[in-house]
């Protein structure tokens, strides 16, 4: 807080002109008289003052003190010293503005944002004369002014921002006397530079089963889309999509006849080029022969290591076969008429093929490439995006060996990798597997004369069942009834005899559950167990019920057998009805069972 001080008649010792005091300090005025008066008095903002806890007014012979202790805001304002027609005091202090309230984000695109917020709620008037906008890239430590001066109204757009990151922004009010505290606007905003393209698509042409590839660059490095005839099309089996720094490049794997005329179109920065693709029958060549006469096929190659297969008629010719360099042909001596007809070569580069890489969940997947010298560097590509290194994805360099390597491997690592090295390329395509569903055996107990119902739940209405016993087929009978509600599937054994004991399942399709059933005369006791099953033998699972880890107790067991891991239940009582899951990683599989009175249970795997 400031105090400021004026001054008039015959005081020898005067207030300061300006004293600025932290919040919760302690300040003290002193003026000195020519000669003591007893009524001399201290006002602040023209009321005047009295001692209290805060408070102490002083004198001392000539000199008069006003100390005030543990200073707030309020403090702030016109300190006065009144001597009969002596006066010293200091002039109001001009308060800064309060910080803005209620943030709101509106229009975010790509690469702008607009935010608004409300002016401040104060309970004194205080002016505003603008207000100050900053962003900060997140994990950054510096804010930085989007605007050289400030704001006039209470809505700024932000673009042209000139490096794609993600961004957190705040706000402040400024006015002739200071600014306030930063309102900061809540979440974090992925924005990125706008682009004018440098260099535009320019119209290609291709013959069916080629390669199409497509290149555009613009002026900022920025991410962008890419469509064919309006369709979105992505990095996979038909189309690589990749980008590096400012350019970006579609490769159409194997061209058809259907895209002849197709439109490609790219956007990105708020910018888009668009080119036309035209498509070529497939080369076909006419090559006359008398007969009895050798006839020559040749088809050159970009590579010399690259193996070319010859077919006739669409199947593989097997006979003489001669690569020189780059040039592959198929000789056929002594033509005969039945040689006659069309011959295609197709041609393959082991170094580029795509490799099929299976790996479990929450396990490490290793790929590999070897370049031919060892100062070589790669990038590699996942999905068309290059990858940097981070805590689960690592490269390494060993000789001319470079490889990739993802820790704990998740569903969302499944795709298609690319190791890149100038124009050269080898594909991998990552599967992950993730737990296996298994149903385990459920035990029920009955007493006997009394209804047993086993009850089963299908993923689609319409779906039937079947329901065996001991491997036999069960049909309707007085005690024995089918009944379907809804997707529940559900078989009643009325009056239930010791000859009803035995193995029952509900299959549908190639699913299968598992019911148990044993007759006592004694009151029903209901166990049962549920198996989730992994792909690696050291895997361990955790089990929860309703969001809540169970451990083992008197009723609840949890058991391992080889990739098999199960929970059991005994003595199953109403408040076991619930929501269980069987956890591995990020790896979810869900169990819903229902208990209804003692002798009814519903198990349902949640896929």
Request: net charge neutral; hydrophobic share 30%.
């Amino acid at each position: 807080m400031w105090f400021f001080s004026a001054l008039s008649g015959n005081i020898t010792k005067k207030l300061p002109r300006r004293t600025v005091v932290p919040v919760s300090d302690t300040v003290i005025f002193c003026v000195e008289l020519e000669k003591p008066v007893d009524d001399a008095y201290w006002t602040r903002n023209g009321e005047r003052l009295k001692e209290d806890s805060r408070i102490i007014i002083a004198r001392i012979n000539r000199q008069y003190t006003l100390t005030i202790r543990e200073c707030t805001a309020e403090d702030s304002g016109e300190v006065a010293f009144i001597a009969h027609d002596c006066k010293t005091s200091t002039p109001p202090r001009k308060h800064p503005p309060d910080p803005p309230l209620e943030p709101v984000v509106r229009n975010k695109t790509d690469s702008s944002i607009t935010l608004c917020w409300s002016p401040p709620d104060s309970e004194r008037p205080v002016p505003i004369t603008g207000y100050i906008v900053e962003r900060r890239k997140v994990g950054a430590q510096t804010w930085v002014k989007v605007t050289s001066t400030s704001v006039s109204r209470t809505e700024y757009t932000i673009s042209e921002i000139s490096e794609e990151a993600s961004y957190q922004f705040r706000i402040s009010a400024v006015n002739d006397f200071g600014q306030s505290a930063y309102l900061e606007v809540p979440g974090t905003f992925y924005l990125e530079p706008t682009a004018s393209v440098k260099t535009g698509l320019v119209n290609c042409s291709a013959h069916v089963g080629e390669e199409a590839t497509f290149t555009v660059e613009l002026s900022a490095v920025c991410s962008g889309s890419w469509t064919i005839n309006d369709r979105m099309i992505r990095s996979g089996s038909e189309y690589l999509i990749t980008r590096s720094k400012t350019t970006h490049t579609l490769v159409i794997r194997e061209v058809s006849m259907e895209l002849n005329g197709a439109q490609v179109k790219f956007v990105g920065g708020g910018s888009q080029s668009v080119s036309t693709l035209s498509v070529k029958d497939s080369y076909q060549k006419e090559v006359k022969v008398a007969t009895s006469q050798k006839a020559t096929l040749s088809c050159e190659v970009s590579d010399a290591k690259t193996e070319v297969k010859w077919f006739k008629d669409g199947k593989h010719k097997t006979v003489h076969m001669e690569s020189k360099g780059k040039s592959r042909q198929l000789v056929l001596e002594n033509v005969q008429k039945k040689d006659a007809g069309e011959y295609t070569s197709a041609f393959s580069n082991k170094d580029s093929y795509q490799k099929e890489v299976k790996v479990s969940a929450s396990q490490k997947a290793t790929l590999s490439c070897e370049v031919s010298d060892v100062k070589t560097e790669v990038k590699w590509f996942k999905d068309g995006k290059q990858l940097s290194s981070s805590k689960t994805v690592k490269m390494e360099s060993k000789g001319k060996s470079r490889q990739l390597l993802l820790e704990n491997v998740e569903k969302k690592d499944a795709g298609e990798y690319t190791c890149e090295a100038g124009n050269e390329k080898l594909a991998f395509n990552i599967q992950v597997a993730g737990m296996g569903t298994s149903f385990c055996l459920s035990f029920v107990k009955v007493a006997a004369s009394q209804k047993a119902t086993l009850s089963c739940e299908v993923s689609d209405l319409k779906t039937e069942v079947k329901w065996f016993k001991d491997g036999k087929q069960l049909s309707s009978s007085k005690t024995v009834h089918m009944e379907s509600k809804g997707k529940i599937r559900q078989l009643l054994l009325e009056n239930v005899e010791k000859n009803d004991a035995g193995e029952y399942t509900c299959e549908a399709g190639n699913e299968k559950l598992p019911f148990k059933i044993q007759v006592t005369g004694m009151e029903t006791i209901l166990d049962f167990s549920i198996c989730c099953e992994v792909s690696d033998l050291k895997t361990e699972v955790k089990w929860f019920k309703d969001g809540k880890q169970l451990s083992s107790s008197k009723t609840v067991h949890m058991e391992s057998k080889g990739k098999s891991r199960q929970l059991v239940l005994e003595n199953v009582e109403k408040k076991d009805a619930g929501e269980y899951t069987c956890e591995v990683g990020n790896e979810k599989l869900l169990f819903k069972i229902q208990v209804e009175g003692k002798i009814f249970l519903h198990i349902s795997g949640l896929p």
